[in-house]
């Protein structure tokens, strides 16, 4: 009996590759035999421009390495600064940072999960994850005045001061988050379908994930226990409790498409939790609307 595989091309287009590669893939079925990238087709110039800007007229570049995150490419682009000035922010500067990054952090794995969900057939859950994105974005919108590209912090502080009602709004939030985590879980992690198209597949070994230089939740989802903002603390984070989740094979093989997906999910949970402690090292009545001051003396 003869058999054919065929081959495939991915990307560069939006949204699957975000026109920065193109993947040649040999399929057998749904199976993927061999995936061959094919890199070079994005040339931002970003490194180039940085050379005759200013460290604060090089931020507006940083959200733009990735729209997604764009919180966190602020701050390393200050910490770097930072540390070259021999600068520290005060205290409360470097909480709000914590709070605006771990919230960017809960809704780029928002978007993660959505389309993830979406790619295997399970639409509900993508609208429940742009429900929180959005909400995030609106948080953006309020402090900084743009929605993705907030270009909102700054070397040794924050570009403005964190308006009236803000941390009402975080706070609103990072309580609703656990219960929306809990509707995510809920809908995938023991269906029997999204097992079946993430246990086993894909797997990637600690040692593959090391040699290829993988990092993040990928690298976790292998498990390999790394995460910077334990081992290597920048900005408060030392100041900060919390769980690092790494795969264990939870649902199969360890570094599998599943331990990734429950990675990112446990991350979520962590990420609300280091909100939480970053609102409650904010001063009584900071950011916070009359009716929310009186309630807290």
């Known amino acids: 009996m003869r058999s054919e ?24 079925g749904e199976t993927v035999l061999k995936a061959k990238p094919i890199i070079g087709y994005l040339h931002t110039g970003m490194e ?29 682009l200050c910490l770097s600064a930072e540390k070259l000035l021999g600068i520290t922010p005060p205290e409360r ?69 964190i308006p ?13 988050m656990p219960k929306h985590t809990d509707e995510y879980e809920n809908l995938l992690t023991k269906n029997p379908i999204w097992l079946a198209r993430l246990q086993d597949v894909a797997p ?10 993988a990092t993040g939740p990928t690298l976790r989802g292998s498990g390999v226990d790394w995460d910077l903002r334990r081992d290597v603390p920048y900005g408060a984070y030392r100041d900060f409790k919390f769980d690092v989740p790494v795969g264990k094979g939870a649902a199969g093989t360890v570094g599998d498409a599943f331990d990734r997906y429950w990675v990112r999910i446990q991350e979520m949970r ?9 609102l409650e090292r904010m001063p009584a009545g900071a950011g916070r609307t009359a009716s929310t001051r009186r309630r807290s003396r």
């Open 204 to 213: 990637l070994t600690r040692e593959q994930a090391i040699g290829l230089g």
């Open 48 to 76: 180039k421009q940085a050379e005759y800007k200013t460290y604060t007229q090089s931020i507006p570049q940083t959200d733009r390495m990735d729209y997604l995150a764009p919180m966190s490419n602020n701050l390393a």
């Open 5 to 28: 595989t065929m081959t495939l091309n991915m990307g560069p287009q939006h949204p699957a590759t975000h026109g920065v590669l193109r993947v040649a893939l040999e399929l057998d």
């Open 164 to 176: 009236p009602g803000f941390l009402d709004r975080c706070e609103k939030f990072v309580d609703e």
């Open 270 to 278: 962590e990420s609300s939790k280091i909100a939480r402690q970053a």
């Open 93 to 161: 500067v470097q909480a709000i940072r914590v709070l605006l990054a771990e919230l960017t952090r809960i809704s780029a794995h928002c978007v993660w999960l959505g389309t993830h969900a979406l790619d295997i057939g399970a639409m509900t859950v993508f609208f429940y994850c742009f429900r929180e994105r959005e909400k995030v974005l609106s948080i953006y919108d309020h402090v900084s005045g743009a929605r993705m590209t907030s270009s909102y912090f700054r070397v040794g502080g924050l570009a403005m001061d």
